[in-house]
């Protein structure tokens, strides 16, 4: 279907669901857009390299990926990966070299404090709001329903949050981030393993 324009391939990909409903069969699809593997399959079997990486359903794959390549492969846009490590007090701490940002304990695994981890978060699990870690707001993309927020912080990179449309940024705005505790990923640095 990747040769068909947006409209076509939508219809087709409709058009496949129905079959597979009427007849009742098992489908075997291939496809390297992960739109389509989202929206057509019962259950996806991600390769890398010709190896297995994670089979399961559309949800489990996106909320539940085993790796972080699985992670970063799943999602529009691609999931947020930060380095850094975790220290654990009252509260724990997630730190990379250029900020720092507070968890609630009970989100950490304890076998992660004080190792150095990547972090996964997805767009609409960062916060942009009134409270934590500065920033700026390097681009915005709106999508008609919601906006995607690029924001640098003290690096290069940049990281991205999904709004709601109705609010209004432009670049160069001076924003505020955090994390929502329910979409943390986190995963070992050397192999990509969820921890």
């Not at 490590?85 to 992660?112: A, G, K, Q």
């Not at 767009?123 to 500065?134: C, F, L, N, R, Y």
């Amino acid at each position: 279907l990747s040769n068909l324009d947006l409209k076509l391939r939508e219809l087709m990909r409709t058009e496949l669901k129905r079959l597979h409903e009427e007849l009742k069969s098992t489908f075997l699809y291939v496809t390297h857009d992960q739109a389509e593997a989202m929206t057509m399959a019962d259950r996806i079997m991600v390769m890398e390299k010709g190896y297995i990486q994670q089979v399961g359903t559309p949800l489990e794959i996106y909320r539940k990926p085993m790796n972080q390549f699985v992670a970063t492969f799943f999602g529009q846009p691609t999931m947020n990966i930060l380095v850094g490590s975790v220290s654990n007090s009252e509260t724990s701490i997630f730190r990379t070299d250029f900020f720092e940002v507070s968890l609630p304990n009970s989100s950490i695994p304890v076998s992660i404090i004080g190792k150095r981890i990547s972090l996964g978060v997805r767009s609409e699990h960062v916060i942009i709001g009134e409270k934590g870690t500065k920033a700026k707001v390097k681009l915005i993309e709106p999508l008609g329903d919601e906006t995607l927020v690029f924001f640098s912080y003290g690096t290069e990179d940049l990281l991205v949050g999904k709004v709601d449309a109705d609010r209004k940024f432009k670049a160069g705005d001076e924003i505020c981030f955090g994390f929502d505790p329910k979409g943390l990923h986190f995963f070992d640095i050397d192999n990509g393993i969820r921890l």
